[in-house]
């Protein structure tokens, strides 16, 4: 079965970057976008943006750019997305997920806390 | 950027009653490209509806999804005790793709 999975909760100061990795299985990974969407505490759904990993094309959300970079490793079925020059703004749970013709599929989570 | 406007907020309702949620555009979805997603507290949240109208798998047919252009709805015909939870409409025909605020439905 399809599965995305994440890697596990981080904790930054001001100013560092992360790294969120998604390793896919279950299905062909050059196929489809990977999205990324985060949800901070207690509130809404925000898309980040989405790699293909077929190309390496990335779409990212205007508030994203400069900031985010989206990026794959084919050959071990993972994406990864880097956000840099965190604030506290940026503590949420950051999720990718698959959008395929018929459902969509979405990792575990990732939360990244930011805090000095 | 297409803005997309739930309401309600929060939606009170008791199981077996029928409950919809709206969600409004401010221009047209393109090719009605437009999902509705269901989140439970601590937990990724989970499609329900995709091109305005169209069932995900696994998904019971009390939940249906109708409109176009810039005015959707989603339907719960009956509501369950799982039922209860946020739902999120979501546009994915425009770049940046956005989602709605969300409506809390509640056991009333």
């Known amino acids: 079965q399809v599965q995305l999975v994440q890697s596990g909760a981080e904790v930054k100061k001001p100013g560092a970057s992360v790294r969120v990795s998604c390793e896919a299985s279950?299905?062909?990974?050059?196929?489809?976008?990977i999205h990324w969407v985060r949800q901070a505490p207690g509130q809404g759904l925000e898309w980040m943006g989405w790699?293909?990993?077929?190309?390496?094309?990335?779409d990212i959300a205007q508030k994203f750019q400069g900031r985010v970079s989206m990026t794959s490793d084919t050959s071990i079925s993972t994406a990864y997305m880097e956000l840099s020059s965190l604030t506290s703004d940026d503590t949420a749970v950051y999720y990718c997920a698959r959008w395929a013709a018929t459902s969509a599929y979405w990792g575990q989570g990732t939360l990244v806390t930011v805090s000095s | 950027e297409i803005v997309l406007t739930q309401s309600p907020g929060t939606l009170s309702l008791s199981p077996g009653e029928r409950a919809t949620l709206s969600c409004r555009a401010s221009?047209?979805?393109?090719?009605?490209?437009l999902a509705w997603f269901q989140q439970k507290p601590g937990q990724p949240p989970r499609v329900l509806i995709y091109?305005?109208?169209s069932r995900a798998t696994g998904i019971p047919d009390r939940f249906s999804g109708s409109g176009s252009g810039t005015d959707f709805t989603l339907t719960i015909s009956r509501l369950e005790p799982e039922d209860f939870a946020v739902f999120y409409c979501h546009q994915y025909g425009s770049s940046p793709q956005t989602f709605g605020q969300g409506t809390r439905l509640e056991i009333k």
């Open positions: 279950g299905y062909s990974f050059k196929d489809s976008y």
């Open positions: 091109a305005a109208s």
């Open positions: 221009q047209s979805v393109v090719s009605n490209s």
């Open positions: 790699i293909s990993p077929d190309t390496g094309g990335t």
